[in-house]
């Protein structure tokens, strides 16, 4: 069993934000997932029992909102990816799958940074969020129940249906809502 | 669902760390050397890559 877990966060508007910024976190969260995939997966298919490729991904790679634009587009790819892999994998009659983690709010470091927007970030998660050994609970549990995407709390799948649903009606979500700023 | 080995990346704090104190009681060490060679090697190949990007990440396996 493998965990592709490795991520890091930085926030900041797209108008704005460093292109450095953007080009670290798809090389942490995207390509080094792949990378894992590309190195590990082979060896887990020479394992005599079935395992599964677990990614991390996030609710962010559900929805999408300002400040963290690249983080979510990071995580959006994430989606893409494991979804591809396992068809991939199953294709191929491989003995291993791949599974999506999805946690909301988890009371880590990753918005450890000193900003405006992550010190919010993190006093919502300190308010919201479970704890790591709790999503880790969570993780286990379900994919020993055989899920393939792992949420860590229903809500978030509401969050997730109703940004669907305002796509699939032809706008999006964030076009309903009152801007929580009005400088730009 | 069976763990002969787990390999997780960002495991030194956060998710990953609490996924790897999980995964111990999972553990069952079924795997023969030349198996958990081979997986080594896999992570040895994953964790120079992150080592060369020099990226604020690091990968422990829990065996």
Redesign the interface.
Known sequence: MVFANAGILRAGEILDQDIADFEQMFAVNVSGTILTAQALVPSMEAQVEASVFVVTGSTSMLSAGPGFGGYAASKHALLALTEALDAELVRRGSSVRAALLCPAAVQTEIADGGSELLDKLKRRMATHGITPNEMARIAFDELANGQSVVFSSEPSKVVALERLQSLLSGRFITSTRAPETGSR | ???????????A???????A???IG?LCL??TKR?LR??R???D??SA??AR?T???R?ISTV
């Open positions: 669902m069976t763990a002969g080995l787990v390999a997780i990346t960002g495991a704090h956060g998710i990953g760390e609490a996924l104190l999980e995964a999972w079924t795997e198996r081979d997986f090697q896999g992570l190949q994953v890559l992150y990007a990226l604020p990440v990968m």
